[in-house]
């Protein structure tokens, strides 16, 4: 017979198994944004990162961090 407590390990474990890691700019940042507005804004505006390229650079990281991109073995 198993108990209630070993079915809810086995869920935790389950739902735990279903769900993306996060990527590195989440653990570091918090979010993708909180990184953008961090890492990227200031720099755009200090004259040091170009504007046009810095956005593409983030679309493609931004990719990179909704479709699990990161987590994928080179």
């Not at 017979?1 to 570091?28: D, H, Y």
Request: charged share 30%.
């Amino acid at each position: 017979m198993v108990t209630v407590r070993a079915l809810q390990r086995r869920i935790w474990k389950l739902e735990r198994v279903g769900k993306p890691r996060q990527s590195p700019l989440t653990r570091w940042y918090g979010s993708f944004d909180n990184f953008v507005v961090t890492a990227i804004v200031p720099g755009v505006r200090a004259g040091t990162l170009a504007r046009g390229d810095m956005y593409d650079i983030v679309e493609v990281l931004r990719r990179w961090e909704t479709d699990g991109t990161w987590d994928r073995p080179t």
